[in-house]
């Protein structure tokens, strides 16, 4: 409201103009009546009907642009706040899934974000409706001050009446859009694992869930209906009420002379515009009610904090050390370093650290990497759980130029990006100096090439579209994408967790052995079980509760640590 107050102002104007031209009408009647009718007055009722037909013009004017302005600020309200959430998921990044479910973040989208737009779309027609009935009961008691009394009474004591039917409503409103957003979070869950569900035959029982969660938001949607077929009902009885006891007593004022029938119509028609007002007003507390609650989940999503807020400032030149102190992970750079762990969540909290996505005593350079400038584009963590995104697979694969998670020096060659894109896979490669030593880096060709990924991109097409979360593709190809898109980022520090643990053998031994190749002079760290892997790596550390317990080459633990070869031989199989 505060961002929008120019046309928030201009729609309540425009209401009050809309609903003053109606409350007006009536009167006009009753002049027409008693001066034109009863008085046999033809100037003053041509008079009066002229005022009448002014009346209604300015009626329809303001109701068509009062009508174009509240659209404006319901769509302003909804795409200020889709910004808002947008902004901040973006802002919390690896936070957002720990704090919030992923149901509850897409029924903001879904409704929360119209119900902060119906607030504001109703603002013009309430505050029009309050001003409407203070004039119509002034109105009233200059005219005849028990009918003025009888409104300006009975409107307060309709609210108080009505008021008890607010609160049930809102707690079972809330009730609702909780169980909305945990089967939202279920209908998710369900579609990104559909393949893996059917897979191990759980299809069905997940299914049955969701039926059984749904029946909860129907049972709970009913409830809600209830307490709102309540509240409608009384919008109806209360001010139907009011306007019965309005119209009788003017009726016996009329009986007894005290009125004349001209005002007696305009008091009829005082009773029946009131009906409007009166009901506008109870709808207002209707969508006041859901706007509460609908910005409340805004705000608790916009209350999160991202877990990471400190951005360094110390600059590192050049490949340097990296330094684990809670594990006792010593990367060498230049190197590939392999990283087994007896239980996969202790390799995982390693590379988090690493990464700098959850805090940890971790150096680079000697510099703590809390204090390392531009960490996200210098060290890169990819994980399993990492999503492709929709659109053509080269923007996918290695995004365009102008997008800032883009390290600097990989921003100037997107080789893939000018003139024929598939020239790419036809040997055109980019080459860079790295610095000062000298070393050449292949493009988006060499990462294919490293990941094994060539048939997948020969027949998607490097032009070819490729549909959400690339649902198109089986988990061994997603995974290979996923790997591509890491080599082509070409980052100081890659970090690659289990990258080859939904592929085959075969493939795995060529990802071993070209992964090194392309990552020649660069550091990379893979945590990973995989024999064919490790073999490769030119340094092994066996990480066991959380710590290093032996370092060497793969060979050399399988001959001198029992425990890692018991990991690796299981992971093996």
């Not at 109806?236 to 007593?249: E, S």
């Not at 002079?521 to 340094?539: C, M």
């Amino acid at each position: 409201m505060r961002v929008q107050r120019r046309s928030v102002i201009a729609v309540a104007v425009l209401g009050t103009v809309f609903f003053l031209s109606q409350a007006l009408m009536p009167a006009a009647i009753g002049r027409a009546i008693d001066a034109g009718v009863a008085g046999g007055d033809t100037g003053a009722l041509l008079g009066w009907a002229g005022a009448l037909f002014a009346l209604g013009v300015v009626q329809m004017a303001s109701s068509v642009t009062r009508h174009r302005m509240a659209v404006f600020n319901w769509l302003s309200a909804c795409y200020r706040t889709i910004q808002l959430v947008t902004r901040q998921t973006t802002r919390l990044g690896a936070t957002l899934p720990k704090r919030l479910t992923a149901g509850e973040v897409v029924s903001v989208g879904i409704s929360d974000c119209a119900r902060i737009g119906d607030v504001l779309d109703i603002l013009g027609r309430g505050t029009g409706s309050v001003v409407a009935i203070v004039v119509v009961a002034a109105l009233l008691l200059v005219t005849s001050w028990p009918l003025g009394l009888v409104v300006l009474i009975g409107v307060p004591v309709i609210l108080a009446l009505a008021a008890p039917l607010l609160r049930p409503y809102e707690r079972r409103e809330d009730a609702h859009r909780e169980l909305v957003s945990e089967l939202n979070s279920t209908a998710t869950d369900l579609v990104a694992g559909l393949r893996v569900l059917r897979g191990v035959g759980g299809e069905g029982l997940f299914a049955g869930r969701y039926r059984s969660r749904s029946q909860d938001v129907r049972r709970a949607g009913v409830r809600v209906a209830w307490a709102e077929s309540r509240i409608s009902g009384a919008e109806v009885l209360l001010p139907g009420l009011l306007v019965a006891l309005v119209t009788w007593l003017g009726a016996r004022f009329a009986a007894d002379g005290r009125i004349t029938i001209g005002q007696l119509v305009a008091f009829y028609g005082y009773a029946v515009f009131l009906v409007e007002p009166l009901r506008t007003l109870g709808e207002m507390a209707q969508k006041f009610t859901k706007g509460r609650v609908a910005a409340g989940r805004v705000c608790r999503l916009l209350d999160v904090e991202p877990e990471i807020t400190h951005t360094g400032t110390r600059r590192v030149d050049g490949p340097a050390e990296l330094v684990d102190a809670a594990s006792g992970l010593v990367v060498r750079p230049g190197r590939v370093t392999a990283v087994a762990a007896s239980d996969p969540r202790d390799a995982a909290a390693v590379a988090d650290r690493l990464g700098r996505y959850t805090e940890g005593d971790v150096t680079y350079g000697g510099v703590p990497l809390a204090e390392v400038a531009d960490v996200r584009s210098r060290v890169l963590v990819a994980v399993n759980e990492d999503r492709l995104f929709s659109g053509p697979l080269h923007e996918t694969l290695a995004p365009p130029s102008g997008d800032r998670n883009v390290p600097p020096d990989v921003r100037d060659r997107n080789d893939v990006l000018d003139g024929d894109r598939n020239a790419a896979l036809d040997g055109h490669r980019d080459a860079v100096l790295d610095g000062d030593r000298n070393v050449r880096v292949d493009g988006l060709a060499a990462a294919v090439e490293a990941a094994a990924a060539e048939d997948v991109v020969d027949a998607t097409g490097l032009d070819g579209h490729v549909a959400e979360a690339g649902r198109e593709f089986s988990g061994g190809q997603r995974q290979r994408l996923r790997l591509v898109r890491a080599l082509a980022a070409d980052p100081e520090v890659l970090v690659l967790v289990e990258p080859t643990s939904a592929v085959d053998a075969h493939t795995e031994a060529a990802i071993a052995e070209r992964l090194g190749r392309v990552r020649a002079g660069r550091t990379t760290v893979i945590a990973t079980t995989s024999p064919l892997v490790l073999d490769r790596a030119d340094h092994v550390a066996f990480v066991e509760h959380g710590a290093v317990v032996a370092e060497g080459t793969h060979r050399e633990l399988l001959d001198a640590e029992p425990r890692y070869a018991a990991v690796v031989t299981r992971g093996a199989s």
